[in-house]
């Protein structure tokens, strides 16, 4: 077609080829741009995930950590301070009996030996709220069973429990366990510190490989948002929060002010 | 008069639509005036005045006149502000003072080689790879940096690939121009290698049309 004698054809080949070349590189710097950008959103996500990843397993051991030390204060003050409290009680016991006739001297020792016994029930108490006993025995529902019928023995608050679908001998992993555990407290005690509730439902239930537990009281309720940028007053749900995070669960609040607050959480399986 | 430009529209049509299609960047400009760079302002004044030279050259050359001159004068002036528009795209040191070098060099083999009655095609040879090396070096800053995220919605790009068309498809027709666009040219030759510089300025002004749309959704 082209005359290669012809310096014209040679000039027009000539254009052609560079303009095909500048076509290309135009291209080519188009599609290589977006695969640089590509590459580093996905080092940048990467590197977001590790962090998130990284700051997730500080809380967990950081959780644990937690943990131990509660199993650790829990056994000192049952195996030692108990203990003592409770050979003090009988050596106190042994010395009142000797002190039968001097009546005054008897009716102190008989104060002081109460104060000793309410001491020793104290320790008992603290010792077995530190370390959830009946959650690792029993499992979850025993546990929750035991602990709102000791809240309700100690307040006015009515509870209302249901497990619908799940087993009272059903276990979890311990982690979703004490966690449900842990955040059961922390409503419980914010239901009756805060909303001065009366009444408190609990409903645990499992559905698409998830545990969802509902926890609603008829309490005061709350402004959510505020509540949450406050540093002080939106600690709890931040604690309950990073609680959750180590597990994959995820918290939905909804409180208005006078008409109570709804809480569920929802934990894959 | 009128008879005449209609005749020379008939002579030479792609000359015609290429100046013609210099109106779609400048009312593209005027709509997106707002939301232009500081870069793409100083290409849209050149836009205007590169159509005004437009005017004045087909005026000329309607009255039967050279009016090769303000061809080469609008050269000059092109490859002075491509350069200062790529000295603003680029913030390294050295990147800056290679475009200022272009520019100084480009200038003065501009003013040097200036003709009034033929084609100055050593300028016109030298501009057009002085496009390229500004557009590589442009590349380059685009490439090494992420901070584009859609290329298509970046105005620079489309204003590089414009003056890649533009210089590759021209360079090897300017460089032969003593022998195809010369006054004592075949005429034939000089109208089919004039029609495709045509072709290619249209395309260029296109892609600036492109390159001055895209300001809005980049600034967005």
Redesign the interface.
């Known amino acids: 077609m082209f005359d290669s004698e012809n310096p014209y054809s040679l000039i027009i080949i000539g254009t052609t080829i560079l303009l095909l070349m500048g076509v290309v590189l135009i291209v080519f710097v188009a599609y290589y741009q977006q695969k640089q950008l590509r590459k580093d959103l996905n080092q940048q996500k990467q590197i977001q995930e590790l962090r998130t990843e990284m700051q997730r397993q500080l809380l967990e051991s950081a959780l644990e950590v937690q943990e131990v030390e509660r199993v650790r204060i829990a056994k000192d003050l049952h195996d030692e301070v108990g203990a003592m409290l409770s050979v003090t009680k009988m050596s106190f016991n042994q010395l009142l009996r000797k002190l039968d006739n001097a009546q005054d001297l008897a009716t102190m020792g008989k104060q002081t030996r109460e104060l000793l016994e309410q001491s020793i029930s104290q320790v008992r108490r603290i010792s077995k709220e530190l370390v959830p006993s009946t959650l690792e025995e029993f499992g979850l529902i025993s546990s929750i069973d035991e602990f709102i019928q000791k809240v309700h023995l100690a307040s006015a608050t009515s509870f209302i429990f249901s497990h619908e679908g799940i087993d009272i001998k059903q276990r979890f992993d311990k982690k979703i366990e004490l966690t449900i555990y842990r955040l059961i407290q922390e409503l419980v005690n914010n239901a009756l510190k805060h909303a001065d509730a009366k009444e408190i439902s609990l409903r645990l239930t499992t559905e698409n490989n998830k545990i969802i537990f509902t926890f609603t009281d008829d309490g005061k309720g709350f402004d959510f948002e505020n509540t949450r940028k406050d540093p002080k007053s939106g600690l709890g749900m931040r604690n309950m929060e990073s609680r959750l995070s180590v597990i994959d669960g995820t918290l939905d609040i909804k409180s208005q002010i006078g008409k109570g607050t709804k809480t569920i959480i929802e934990i894959p399986i | 008069m009128w008879e005449r430009y209609i005749y020379l529209i008939n002579k030479y049509p792609f000359i015609a639509v290429s100046d013609v299609i210099t109106l779609c960047p400048l009312l593209i400009g005027i709509i997106s005036y707002k939301y232009l760079s500081k870069e793409n302002k100083l290409l849209f004044y050149f836009i205007i005045v590169h159509f005004l030279l437009d005017l004045q050259s087909v005026w000329i050359s309607v009255k039967n006149q050279n009016n090769l001159n303000i061809f080469n004068f609008t050269e000059l002036l092109e490859v002075t502000i491509i350069c200062l528009v790529f000295l603003q795209l680029n913030s390294q040191y050295f990147k800056k003072w290679l475009i200022a070098f272009l520019l100084f060099t480009c200038v003065f083999v501009g003013i040097w080689k200036f003709d009034f009655a033929e084609f100055a095609f050593v300028p016109y040879v030298l501009n057009r790879l002085s496009y390229v090396i500004v557009v590589f070096i442009y590349?380059n800053t685009?490439?090494s940096e992420?901070s584009?995220?859609n290329?298509?919605t970046h105005p620079p790009?489309w204003l590089?690939?414009g003056l890649?068309?533009y210089?590759?498809?021209?360079?090897?027709?300017f460089l032969?121009g003593k022998?195809?666009l010369a006054s004592d040219a075949p005429h034939e030759?000089f109208v089919f290698?004039y029609s495709?510089i045509s072709i290619?300025n249209i395309f260029f002004r296109l892609l600036i049309c492109v390159s001055f749309f895209v300001s809005k959704y980049e600034k967005k």
């Open positions: 590349f685009l490439l992420t584009v995220k290329i298509l790009f590089c690939a890649i068309v210089s590759t498809g021209s360079v090897i027709i032969f022998q195809i030759k290698f495709i290619i």
